[in-house]
């Protein structure tokens, strides 16, 4: 089970760092990711972390902004986002994807749990 939180409303150029916490089997054994969806939009990936925390995979809209990190000893991945902009407006989900895989992912079909989405609305 993977719980989102941290999201909300900023104006540009400011900042929120979300969070989602698992429960359940070894957090370690799963790679994260950070995504999501516009409306009228499909789901993309914004960021992605290794299982050991690693290695990370950013889009090319939030490289330089936003920041995935890990801990598995609080079974917690973080997303840290920095000098939002309105375009990134969007509800953001958390996926758990176990794998025996290091590298981290941006496949949304390979990820196998999904938290409930925190909505980060960021105005101009």
């Known amino acids: 089970q993977l719980q989102a939180s941290g999201g909300g409303l900023v104006q540009a150029g400011g900042s929120l760092r979300l969070s989602c916490a698992a429960s359940?089997?070894?957090?370690?054994?799963?790679?994260m990711g950070w995504f999501r969806q516009a409306p009228g939009k499909e789901r993309e990936c914004v960021a992605a972390?290794?299982?050991?925390?690693?290695?990370?995979y950013y889009a090319d809209s939030v490289k330089g902004r936003f920041t995935i990190s890990r801990d598995n000893a609080k079974n917690t991945v973080y997303l840290q986002m920095n000098s939002l902009k309105p375009e990134d407006t969007a509800v953001y989900y958390c996926?758990?994807?176990?794998?025996?895989?290091?590298?981290?992912?941006?496949?949304?079909?390979?990820?196998?749990?999904w938290g409930q989405g925190t909505l980060v609305t960021v105005s101009s």
């Open positions: 972390v290794s299982r050991s925390g690693g290695r990370t």
């Open positions: 996926g758990a994807d176990f794998t025996y895989t290091e590298d981290p992912t941006s496949a949304r079909t390979s990820y196998d749990y």
């Open positions: 359940g089997r070894t957090f370690s054994v799963y790679r």
